[in-house]
């Protein structure tokens, strides 16, 4: 029996418009707890709380990757751009001391993707991004306004997850 799993890379129809009008994202928590992240606020980090700033964190805090391409279902290539962002692990590392194994990214459309923790900290250059800036320009609502960008997939962005409204950290134990 396959068992379907709707965060496996798969195509889905190019959606051109936000799906819903709220842009903040929700990280929902292995304890069950959740915060909400405002585009705004993941640009100017103020959600970061005051006592979470040392070392857990890899530096620096927003970084920018160039020569990423998007490569959507129905448009085609696009690019290359330069994105400046989060790194998903910081996101997590900051909201979460605590053990986990996967973070799922969900779309407010639906459409989502996953990542293994050692995906995420395995050392690299072009680390996968929470992005909210394009080219040294904030993103726009119609651009994703927050923006999953994984610089390592250059084929099909079938892990680009545009209008980032859940993410979710998953502990197995």
Known sequence: MTVHDPLAPH???PNPLPPTPDAD???HLPDGSTRRIAPAALRSL???PADHLPERLSTPLQVTVPNCYIVSTGHGTS???SFTGLRLLDLI???WPGEWTQVEVVSGDGFGTRALRTELAAPTSRPILL???LDGQPLTRAGGLVRLIVPSETDDA?????WVAHVRVISDG
């Not at 079938?158 to 545009?162: H, I, T, Y």
């Open 11 to 13: 195509s889905h129809e």
């Open 25 to 27: 994202m929700t990280v």
């Open 46 to 48: 103020d959600f970061i």
């Open 79 to 81: 690019g290359p751009f």
């Open 93 to 95: 590392n900051l909201l």
């Open 131 to 133: 992005a909210h800036t």
């Open 158 to 162: 079938l892990r680009q997850v545009k």
